[in-house]
T-cell receptor, first 115, second 110 residues
Framework: DAGVIQSPRHEVTEMGQEVTLRCKPI?????LFWYRQTMMRGLELLIY????????DSGMPEDRFSAKMPNASFSTLKIQPSEPRDSAVYFC?????????????FGNGTRLTVT | GIQVEQSPPDLILQEGANSTLRCNFS?????LQWFHQNPWGQLINLFY???GTKQNGRLSATTVATERYSLLYISSSQTTDSGVYFC????????????FGKGTHLIIQP
């Protein structure tokens, strides 16, 4: 299995620009999670989807952040407009959601730098 | 939501030493995982252990759900064990995400 695939690995952009991060979950996993990691706040859950439906977006910091999951194999996290404080590593994770509990699998992350 | 606390925050050991990392959580858990974040930033899943004991090579973990803690044991440490170890837990319904502790930063010196 290829694992959770995120792109790009690194993104450098200027303040005010739109940023789109992408995630392909493991095939067959129907729960998908977006996390953000910073030195100050550690690993924070931003939003998660179950069967392509957003379940809880209470971790999304501001209206500048939005996430979509148009199908079972693709999700995006968009920041518009970006600000320097959005600089962080963004992780996507997935797991099956049927038949009980199972471990969460993480992608390698996207390191975002906003100048 | 659930609170996850890890100790110690930092640990420096010599190669070959053994270590115990602790994770306390504030509620009953349906999911508990230990991760190792390596120097390249990758989050490696070590154990999925909401209860009981598991072993994988030099690493083992025990979760005592009734007392709300989990322990990660590393024996015969190697320099490649360096990195940050995260405990994460979830107490909610089927699709809830994991809440992470602040991690234990482990340095193994040669």
């Amino acid at each position: 299995d290829a694992g959770v695939i995120q792109s790009p690995r690194h993104e450098v952009t200027e303040m005010g620009q739109e940023v789109t991060l992408r995630c392909k979950p493991i095939s067959g996993h129907n729960s998908l999670f977006w996390y953000r990691q910073t030195m100050m706040r550690g690993l924070e859950l931003l939003i998660y989807f179950n069967n392509n439906v957003p379940i809880d977006d209470s971790g999304m910091p501001e209206d500048r952040f939005s996430a979509k999951m148009p199908n079972a194999s693709f999700s995006t996290l968009k920041i518009q407009p970006s600000e320097p404080r959005d600089s962080a590593v963004y992780f996507c994770a997935s797991r099956p959601f049927e038949g009980g509990w199972s471990p969460l699998h993480f992608g390698n992350g996207t390191r975002l730098t906003v100048t | 939501g659930i609170q996850v606390e890890q100790s110690p925050p930092d640990l420096i050991l010599q190669e070959g030493a053994n270590s115990t990392l602790r994770c306390n959580f504030s509620d009953s858990v349906n999911n508990l995982q230990w991760f190792h974040q390596n120097p390249w930033g990758q989050l490696i899943n070590l154990f999925y252990i909401p209860s009981g004991t598991k072993q994988n090579g030099r690493l083992s973990a025990t979760t005592v759900a009734t007392e709300r803690y989990s322990l990660l044991y590393i024996s015969s440490s190697q320099t490649t064990d360096s990195g940050v170890y995260f405990c994460s837990a979830c107490s909610g319904g089927g699709a809830d995400g994991l809440t992470f502790g602040k991690g234990t930063h482990l340095i193994i010196q040669p």
